[in-house]
């Protein structure tokens, strides 16, 4: 979805990723390739999941656009949390300045790894690969003992990854965010309302239900509509900002795009570690 987006003419597009395209035509025979991009082009995606290509690209260009204010202010680290394809170390101005970590399942990570150096060579020298594996490793194990300073300040980049997790293992990176981080330090994550994953009749919940028994991952995660604020307090965060879907419209769907339309039920919100409280899950 991003490398279609990105091949739009620039007043067009919503995201912009060079990488996307030479990564798909590396992952992806040229028959994959076209039908897929003609899939997710035409109508017949929309009807099968309305409102899930705006997700993506929207998603994509909001989480970039808080990466660049927050480079603006000055990062020491970057750590983008089940990074899987996600190119943003290579392709964000200023970036280059910061260490950045990608973390993910080892099998995962082997993969992009072997593709990425077919488009980026030599990779830069300012990203550490941390794979880890969940089941049998910790994010605070593995992330210490790489050359993470957990004094620096740091943007936690989480996208993708709540709503395929348990509540437990939720609070358990938001405790390490609050508790190993330095003055300053933030997070940005998507997640759904848990009233979406309830309802798995209408709208974007019953296109959730039938993505989840193709890929055979299920949602588990939510939040309460209205609770982010209270939910990321408790934890040892403050200054939160939630971003409901819907609200970015104005902000990036303009001109040819003003017509698209994006879902309910789905929020992006970004929160700084209150290094005056702490968090409640340790």
């Not at 200023?94 to 990570?109: C, N």
């Amino acid at each position: 979805m991003r490398a279609i987006e990105s091949q739009k003419p620039e007043a067009e597009r919503i995201c912009f990723d060079a990488y996307a395209r030479p990564l798909v035509n590396i992952l992806m025979n040229k028959v994959a390739v076209t039908l897929s991009s003609w899939i997710i082009s035409s109508s017949i995606y929309s009807r099968l999941a309305p409102g899930a290509v705006e997700f993506i690209i929207a998603r994509e260009r909001y989480i970039d656009d808080t990466l660049k204010t927050y480079l603006d202010e000055g990062l020491d680290q970057v750590v983008i949390l089940g990074a899987g394809f996600d190119t943003r170390a290579y392709r964000i101005p200023g970036i280059e300045k910061t260490h950045v970590f990608e973390i993910d399942h080892p099998a995962t990570q082997a993969v992009k790894l072997e593709k990425l150096k077919q488009v980026i060579h030599p990779l830069p020298a300012n990203v550490t690969f941390l794979p880890v594996d969940f089941d049998t490793q910790t994010l605070s194990e593995r992330l210490l003992s790489s050359g993470y300073n957990e004094q620096g300040k740091t943007l936690f980049i989480w996208q993708g990854v709540t709503y395929f997790l348990t509540s437990q293992g939720v609070d358990n990176t938001l405790a390490f965010i609050a508790n190993h981080s330095g003055v300053g330090s933030a997070v940005i994550f998507d997640y759904f309302y848990n009233e979406t994953l309830r309802d798995t009749k209408h709208g974007y919940g019953k296109a959730m239900r039938r993505a989840a028994r193709l890929s055979g991952e299920d949602y588990m995660f939510g939040i309460d509509k209205g609770h982010i604020e209270s939910f990321l307090t408790r934890r040892g965060f403050g200054d939160v900002h939630n971003m409901e879907l819907p609200a970015l419209k104005p902000l990036y769907f303009k001109g040819k795009n003003a017509n698209r339309v994006l879902p309910t039920g789905i929020a992006i919100v970004s929160a700084r570690v209150n290094k005056t409280g702490a968090a409640q899950t340790t």
